[in-house]
T-cell receptor, first 113, second 109 residues
Framework: DAGVIQSPRHEVTEMGQEVTLRCKPI?????LFWYRQTMMRGLELLIY????????DSGMPEDRFSAKMPNASFSTLKIQPSEPRDSAVYFC???????????FGQGTRLTVV | RKEVEQDPGPFNVPEGATVAFNCTYS??????FFWYRQDCRKEPKLLMS???SGNEDGRFTAQLNRASQYISLLIRDSKLSDSATYLC??????????FGIGTKLQVIP
């Protein structure tokens, strides 16, 4: 299995631009998580899905952030408009319900200038 | 109070030393507990699960204390390759996975 695949690996964008991060979970996993990691705040759960349905989006910082999961093999996290304080590493992870073990993608390092 | 709390460190220990990390959690209904390891600029990876009876994997021992709501990780005979950040993870209802901020370990030659 290829594991969780995220794209792009690196993204540099100007403030105000729209950013879309992509994730392909491990086949057969029914949970998908989006995390943001910064030095100051560590790993923060933004939103997670179960069977493509958003379960908890209380970690989404504000309306500029949105996430979708149109099918079991694809999810996006969109930031519009982006701001410098959004600069972080964004991880996608997936798991199979009941196991508790989350498998992470390699992350997208986002820099907003 | 944060859901999961850890001392961020860093813990600087000499090779061969024994080091222990604790992590406290606030939700008494938490169901599953894990330790993850994250190397610099890499993604977190599962190190070990934490069972109520405690569990050991080579030089690593994990324990859970539900009464006091904390989990611990003990590393014996530290190796240089153990240098990493160790993340405490707690899973609650609906499989919500919450990470601690991580404890940075640096093993010194």
């Amino acid at each position: 299995d290829a594991g969780v695949i995220q794209s792009p690996r690196h993204e540099v964008t100007e403030m105000g631009q729209e950013v879309t991060l992509r994730c392909k979970p491990i086949s057969g996993h029914d949970y998908l998580f989006w995390y943001r990691q910064t030095m100051m705040r560590g790993l923060e759960l933004l939103i997670y899905f179960n069977n493509n349905v958003p379960i908890d989006d209380s970690g989404m910082p504000e309306d500029r952030f949105s996430a979708k999961m149109p099918n079991a093999s694809f999810s996006t996290l969109k930031i519009q408009p982006s701001e410098p304080r959004d600069s972080a590493v964004y991880f996608c992870a997936s798991s199979w319900g009941g196991s508790g073990e989350a498998f992470f993608g390699q992350g997208t390092r986002l820099t907003v200038v | 109070r944060k859901e999961v709390e850890q001392d961020p460190g860093p813990f600087n220990v000499p090779e061969g030393a024994t080091v222990a990390f604790n992590c406290t959690y606030s939700n008494s209904a938490s169901q599953s507990f894990f330790w993850y390891r994250q190397d610099c600029r890499k993604e977190p990876k599962l190190l070990m699960s934490v069972y109520s009876s405690g569990n050991e994997d080579g030089r690593f021992t994990a324990q859970l204390n539900r009464a006091s709501q904390y989990i611990s990780l003990l590393i014996r005979d530290s190796k240089l390759s153990d240098s990493a950040t160790y993340l405490c993870v707690v899973t609650g209802g609906y499989q919500k996975v919450t990470f601690g901020i991580g404890t940075k370990l640096q093993v010194i030659p």
